[in-house]
């Protein structure tokens, strides 16, 4: 009999713990479960975790794909009473306390954890979904990648692609994700890919940010704000705020002032809704389609059923304020939930879920960055990159991961280098703008 017939079939006595993502939220809690008296079964479409906070420096050629993404079987090689599924889940039915999925007979569940994540929300912009690129997933990264240097590639063989905007990068949106690409790119741009291809005119090369409103990085403080702008601006990005977008065309956008830009690259990182399998629990779901919890992150009306991470609304115990859509809140929502799943299986009493903040920050390239501290402190600059630094080696799932990021971005730090510029599909330039 195999690991996953056991999962399912055998001691059916002992608690069923089934994890929907393989994400910071559902591996926070495999993590949290793995000395309790349940067994486990986590499913993803991917068989990798994603570190999704730097999926823009694979992006950027700055760290390789295997660099942020980790095997989740890896991940399980101590848990013995853990098995992985790399399957598609189809929907999920509250009241029968069952999971569909693809190849799969449905899986009965005595506890529910829902982290599937989000999908990238175009908010109706026409266009955007058949000519925008996004950057949310491992995928996403590797195809902008490829798309920059394919580009680069057309205009090398025929400049007048230039003329048509082949050397003008959008991004629409203005938060981390927008800001951190941004500089990424500017720095990209005008260090290794000048050198790669002398007979281009780089330097007239635009990174645009489109933000619809006043303000980049809006949840930070106003003098990080600013910084972050002035950072950008010496490095050549164009900061465009009050600066919406109307329409997305193959090769031109459309701006909500009328004015049309043209562009071969429009990344789009204007916000996120919940994964679409939030709209098969028959719940009324909380603006952009997340799933509400309780205190304990419970579902309301559904005890054992938990939500954690992109997918859920989650909001501050004390204060009631909504969390933000970070990788650390999602993990310590992880590691609450396999605890509060062991205090219920012991009769134990569940207290309230509590966010502890570490800061918020946001890397605006090289040597520069803006960090907002727990009790109201700031940094910015170097002291302030370094710090982004530390979190994210802190926040990796594995030890290889820290090494081997920790050396690339020594390397890169020192030499002013990137990883190894080559183009990993096969598809054609023409292909990857359809």
Not at 11 to 33: C, Y
Not at 323 to 328: C, I, K, Q, T, V
Request: contains cysteine.
């Amino acid at each position: 009999m195999t690991n996953d017939q056991r999962s399912t079939t055998d001691d059916s006595s002992t608690p069923h713990v089934v994890i929907l993502g393989a994400g910071f939220g559902g591996v926070g809690a495999v993590l949290e479960l793995r000395d309790a008296p349940v067994r486990i079964t986590i499913l993803d479409k991917h068989d990798y975790h994603t570190f999704q906070p730097l999926l823009y420096q694979v992006a950027t050629q700055e760290l390789d794909p295997t660099e942020v993404g980790y095997p989740v079987r890896d991940l399980l090689h101590r848990h013995n009473n853990v098995v992985f599924h790399k399957c598609e889940v189809n929907s999920v039915d509250l009241a029968k306390k069952q999971v569909v999925v693809d190849g799969m007979s449905p899986l009965d569940y005595d506890y529910l954890v829902l982290a599937l994540g989000a999908i990238v929300n175009y908010h109706g912009t026409p266009g955007a979904a058949e000519h925008a690129l996004p950057l949310y997933t491992m995928n996403d990264a590797i195809r902008l990648h490829d798309h920059i240097l394919k580009t680069l590639e057309a205009v090398d063989k025929e400049p007048k692609l230039i003329d048509d905007g082949a050397l003008s990068f959008c991004i629409i949106g203005g938060g981390p994700t927008g800001t951190e690409l941004a500089g990424a790119m500017a720095d990209l741009l005008h260090t290794e890919l000048k050198a790669d291809y002398p007979n281009l005119p780089i330097d007239e090369a635009r990174v645009i940010v489109y933000e619809h409103s006043p303000h980049l990085l809006a949840p930070f403080k106003p003098k990080l704000r600013d910084y972050a702008r002035k950072a950008l601006e010496e490095r050549g990005v164009e900061v465009q705020t009050e600066s919406g977008v109307a329409e997305v065309g193959a090769k031109e956008i459309t701006l909500a002032s009328g004015e049309k830009v043209k562009t071969h690259t429009l990344v789009w990182a204007a916000g996120l809704q919940a994964n679409p399998i939030a709209a098969s629990l028959g719940i009324e779901l909380a603006p952009g389609g997340h799933v509400p919890v309780g205190p304990d992150l419970q579902i309301k009306d559904h005890p054992g059923a938990f939500a954690i991470g992109d997918i859920a609304s989650t909001t501050e115990a004390e204060s009631g304020k909504p969390l933000p859509g970070l990788a650390a809140v999602a993990l310590q929502a992880g590691h609450y939930v396999g605890k509060a799943i062991t205090h219920i299986i012991a009769g134990k009493e569940v207290k309230p879920f509590k966010y502890h903040d570490k800061g918020t920050m946001a890397q605006v390239g090289r040597g520069a960055a803006v960090v907002e501290l727990p009790k109201g402190g700031t940094l910015t600059g170097r002291v302030a990159w370094l710090a982004w630094l530390g979190i994210h080696l802190h926040l990796l799932s594995s030890a290889e991961e820290k090494t081997s990021v920790f050396v690339d971005w020594g390397w890169n730090l020192l030499t002013h280098k990137r990883g190894k510029r080559i183009i990993l599909s096969d598809e054609d330039h023409e292909e990857s703008n359809s």
